[in-house]
């Protein structure tokens, strides 16, 4: 009687343990994975972040006095250009620098004829319709902002023949945020005034990135 006593003792306690750890499983499950309680999600009203950027930009080009455009594209400008926001091209992860010792030269070409030469600073690895990928990040001599040129499949047809720029955002912890639905077109796209420097063939991707800036074209 005594050992039925404390083997249905051992079942209930077995049993609860087992609600209790499926019940636990399910709250993590819940959460979103990349991302730890308090910590920024960058997703989080991203489409309309990008609505406001595209409506700045278009204001820019339409009525800074620095604006690209020429006087009379400026007259005419209805707008830029871009393919639909797609935020699964928005990719968070972390640039990894090379060290001192490793850092090399790169001369990148540019609309002018002659290579401008930066350092190659370090790299940013994501993956895209589970391939993995990797685009070099740039710094241009003496310091400054880093500077991210890649091109694309879409290069030359719906998009800049020479490529597009990608900013760098910033997060918490080391981490940045790369969203190809804020690729640019260099400014010589839109005056042949501008030095442009384009992205060396190891930035180039042989994918298509439809997301982002298409080509210009101004209404008639």
Known sequence: MEKNHIKKKFNR????FLIVSLFTLILIGTRNP????????????????????RERRDRFFKEDPNSPLKEFDRKNFKGLRYFPIDLRYTMVGVIKPYSDSKSLYVYLPTNKG???KYVRYGYFRFKWEGREYVLQVYR???GGELFLP??????G???????????????????????????????????E????????QENWLPIEIRAGEKRYRHSP
């Open 13 to 16: 306690n077995f049993l609860s």
């Open 34 to 53: 990349p991302f730890l309680k308090g910590e920024e999600n960058p997703l989080e009203d991203r489409v309309e972040k990008l609505k406001t950027f």
């Open 114 to 116: 002659r290579d401008k």
């Open 140 to 142: 241009p001599l003496g």
């Open 150 to 155: 890649f091109k694309d499949k879409t290069s």
């Open 157 to 191: 047809k719906e998009t800049y023949p020479d490529g597009r720029y990608l900013p760098i955002e910033t997060m918490p912890e080391g981490k940045v945020l790369i969203d190809f639905n804020r690729a640019s077109n260099p400014f010589c796209e839109y005056n």
């Open 193 to 200: 005034k501008y030095l442009c420097p384009f992205a060396p």
